[in-house]
């Protein structure tokens, strides 16, 4: 009997002990898997942009800065660099056949994981050609083909048969056996801080002379010349003022002179009376610039949900994309309409937008959930031009960079949880 009684204990308190070590393993089993947020703990910036020439995507160009390891446009002329500090930096653009290239981006004032988009136009080189001994010359940029025209002409009010820009070219200036290559371009954007207040070129060439210099003089000035176009010259409209520089490298101290409107040619004339005839020459007219204050637009929100589930996600991407450039909200009008657009795109960028496409990769810990949104920011802007009979006016509305915010919140947050945000503006 006692044996039984005996025996009967035992088996209670072997139940009891098994059944305090499966509550033991089941609470070990349910506290939640932490694990680190690598969105937040990453410091990193980007600068992303799309090159272009003749308003079409340019692949193959090579984007370098220093202390980066380059990188080469994709397909879609599309590039991301991506930096570890907040500075300036100066991108360099490169091809062959191409005309160099070379923009400022300054980053300061920005949020982690922020993206700060560029677009820039390159420009296809012009073929050289033969400048014919002891004659006065006509010499246009043909831009439709790649190509320098040169043609006789008997003195400088031959520059109106200019059909854009050209230079009119005494053959004393010119050393024998001479070839010229004259590339009509609109400038690519110098700086993502844009001035409010400045003048923007509406046309520019870059001259290369090879064999031979020309040379200018005061006695025989070469003259460099941009034509009005037909429908401006219909509504007799002209820009109040057009300034020259020469090298789009040090323009803000290498103003050349003022052109001159020539109502007899229909062209802004400049006679250069001193020094070759060589590198970049622009065209450039006073602008001002309103921009409005930064506004942003939902692109997309979602959440990682985890709740209940004990284990943490580890490698969750969350993808979006973000449209950057610009895209006329108000177009110029009128006759000086096409010049005005190039003075806008040579501070803006080319026209139009595209897509960046971003990626964020990270971890949801255990009964946890992430909530996160990705939001585009855009300014619209207003140019205002002065004419000689009033002022001209476009409007933009210009994506400058792409915002991600989120949050995460363990599952029983209402019951004294935590949570911990980040974001990458």
Not at 256 to 264: P, R, S, V
Not at 358 to 366: L, M, P
Request: glycine letters at 8%; hydrophobic letters at 35%; a negative charge.
């Amino acid at each position: 009997m006692k044996t039984t009684k005996f025996m009967t204990m035992a088996l209670l308190l072997a139940a009891a002990s098994a059944g305090m070590s499966s509550c033991s393993v089941s609470d070990n089993e349910k506290s939640p898997e932490q694990v680190e947020d690598p969105i937040k703990d990453a410091v990193e910036y980007y600068i992303v942009g799309k090159v272009t020439a003749n308003n079409s995507a340019l692949s193959g160009v090579t984007v370098s800065t220093s202390g980066l390891d380059a990188v080469t446009t994709d397909a879609n002329g599309q590039f991301t660099l991506t930096v570890e500090e907040q500075k300036e930096y100066t991108l360099e653009f490169a091809k062959d056949g191409y005309l160099k290239a070379s923009t400022i981006v300054k980053l300061s004032g920005l949020s982690n994981r922020s993206s700060v988009a560029v677009s820039v136009q390159m420009t296809q080189k012009a073929e050289e050609e033969d400048i014919p001994a002891n004659q006065n010359v006509l010499v246009e940029a043909n831009s439709t083909n790649h190509t320098t025209e040169v043609s006789n002409a008997a003195n400088a009010d031959a520059v109106a048969n200019i059909a854009t820009v050209g230079a009119y070219i005494p053959k004393e200036t010119i050393e024998a056996g001479t070839k010229i290559s004259m590339t009509q371009y609109v400038p690519e954007v110098t700086s993502t801080q844009v001035s409010q207040n400045s003048s923007a070129p509406v046309m520019a060439v870059y001259v290369e002379t090879i064999g031979g210099d020309i040379t200018a003089t005061e006695a025989n000035p070469v003259v460099l010349s941009v034509k009005n176009p037909e429908g401006a010259i219909t509504e007799n409209t002209s820009f109040a003022s057009m300034d020259v520089y020469a090298d789009a490298a040090s323009r803000a101290s290498s103003k050349l002179g003022t052109a001159t409107y020539n109502a007899t040619t229909q062209s802004y004339d400049l006679e250069l009376t001193s020094g070759k005839l060589s590198g970049s020459y622009e065209f450039r007219v006073p602008y001002t610039r309103t921009v409005g204050g930064t506004q942003t637009t939902l692109i997309k929100e979602g959440k990682v949900d985890n709740s209940g589930n004990f284990e943490a996600k580890k490698d969750v991407t969350i993808a979006y994309s973000a449209q950057m450039g610009w895209t006329y909200t108000a177009a110029p009008t009128g006759g000086l309409a096409n010049l005005m657009k190039n003075a806008i795109a040579s501070q803006e960028g080319t026209e139009g937008t595209y897509t960046m496409n971003y990626e964020e990769v990270t971890n949801v810990s255990g009964n946890s959930i992430m909530y996160w949104k990705a939001e585009n920011k855009y300014n619209e802007v207003t140019y205002t031009f002065t004419l000689n009979n009033g002022t001209a006016t476009a409007k933009l509305k210009k994506y400058t960079g792409a915002g991600f915010t989120y949050t995460n919140e363990t599952a029983n947050q209402h019951s004294g949880g935590t949570s911990s945000t980040g974001n990458a503006q």
